[in-house]
């Protein structure tokens, strides 16, 4: 069988498919945040006294406009990309659960509890009676990562792991990875608004307790909005997901998190992830790792066909390669492919091995599961590589494709 064809794919097909996988308002977010930034930089912007969140301002002059322009504005290129390399693997698993218009709810109400928090520790911290401090009134904050850190605890929370890998380092409790991020991020970068990423975990907590309910409205709200006119050329895009969890074109986002042990950026194969971007071919020792990461059926298939018979050509379709196998049976001088691909030795009465053999191929895969699984995003070639190899099961077979996708 053919080996790993993601990992043969040059960098630019690697990229393109890891931005495919991004749901709408998750790379409409890095999108326009990635603009303005470079706008910025362009005409010379770059004290942001009237877009930063200034709890001064906010209160004296009631600038409002802050609370939200402060999220998307980035101070430094690095700043920037830090931020939009976190939200991408956040945004995507919560935009798959909840949908892009709740998420994009869901965001406002954070940025808006973020920073009424922050208002309410400044005002509490500069006007205590025992040790006034009025720095952080006039404390300059921009950036997204305080929405970060509350989408952080909500991922977290939804994920319903007992335990999170900090860098790749370690391991923590789950209750404990968000303030040991905190920790982490304060001691590596002291200028970061320390506040704001605290009312970032807080909001975070308030919302997995419950104590938004009251402000989040029903399904019925957000697919009203989804119905406007206006929002037509939105929702007809193939990323866009319906408040529902569907989506209007049959298109399906190819990841959704299924190691949640540690996600993203902030997790131990960040470094995997980025390596796999390179352009390689896959070794032996790979594919013995891929067999044992997915055992069954699909392992003797694989692992038959390549002990006696030459690799086939990459560019055959399903059938060719099922007539193959098949053929292989009338041939008893290659005993390594006596092997059908659900590891059972054939039987001695050929009657019998035919018809297991057909019920085996019809099994396989149908043109219809094919259909099926390319408009869930992947290419023909792989879906039927992966059906082969999972032997005509839909499941495993979407599991061979996702981990072959890859994600930062």
């Not at 975990?201 to 938004?212: H, N, V």
Request: proline share 5%.
């Amino acid at each position: 069988m053919r080996s790993n064809i993601v990992s043969e794919a040059g960098l630019s097909t690697r990229v393109n498919q890891w931005w495919e996988g991004i749901p709408f308002l998750t790379s409409a977010m890095v999108i326009f945040c990635g603009v303005i930034y470079f706008v910025c930089l362009l005409v010379g912007y770059d004290s942001f006294a009237e877009v930063c969140f200034l709890p001064s301002d906010v209160i004296s002059r009631f600038q409002v406009y802050r609370i939200y322009t402060a999220i998307l504005f980035h101070g430094s290129l690095l700043h920037v990309m830090f931020n939009m390399l976190a939200l991408v693997p956040l945004g995507s698993e919560l935009e798959r659960v909840m949908g892009s218009i709740r998420l994009l709810y869901i965001i406002i109400l954070l940025a808006t509890s973020n920073a009424i928090l922050h208002l309410f520790v400044a005002l509490l911290v500069a006007y205590n009676p025992f040790h006034p401090y009025e720095n952080l009134m006039n404390e300059c904050a921009i950036g997204f990562s305080g929405v970060l850190f509350s989408m952080i605890v909500i991922e977290t929370g939804l994920s319903g792991v007992q335990s999170r890998s900090v860098f790749g380092l370690f391991h923590v409790a789950t209750k404990w990875y968000p303030w040991i991020l905190l920790v982490v991020f304060q001691l590596l970068m002291p200028n970061v608004s320390l506040l704001g990423h605290l009312c970032g975990i807080l909001s975070g907590f308030a919302y997995t307790w419950g104590l938004f309910k009251f402000l989040i409205p029903g399904t019925s709200f957000y697919s009203s909005i989804e119905s406007f006119s206006w929002m037509s050329s939105c929702v007809r895009r193939p990323k866009f997901i319906m408040c529902t969890g569907g989506n209007t074109t049959g298109y399906i986002p190819t990841h959704l998190g299924q190691n949640t042990t540690s996600s993203g950026l902030l997790s131990g194969n960040v470094w995997r992830n980025l390596s796999s971007w390179m352009p390689q071919r896959e070794s032996n020792s790979q594919a013995t790792e891929d067999s044992d990461r997915f055992p069954g059926r699909g392992r003797t298939l694989g692992s038959g066909l390549s002990q006696a018979a030459p690799t086939p050509n990459p560019d055959s379709t399903l059938q060719t390669r099922l007539l193959d196998d098949r053929n292989s049976l009338d041939h008893p001088s290659h005993p390594a492919r006596l092997q059908i691909s659900d590891g059972r030795p054939p039987a001695a009465n050929s009657t019998e091995t035919h018809t297991r053999l057909t019920s085996n191929q019809g099994s396989v895969a149908s043109e219809e599961e094919i259909k099926k699984l390319v408009a869930m995003g992947f290419e023909r070639t792989q879906v039927e590589i992966a059906m082969a190899a999972a032997d005509g099961d839909t499941n495993v077979a979407v599991e061979i494709l996702m981990s072959q996708q890859v994600f930062v």
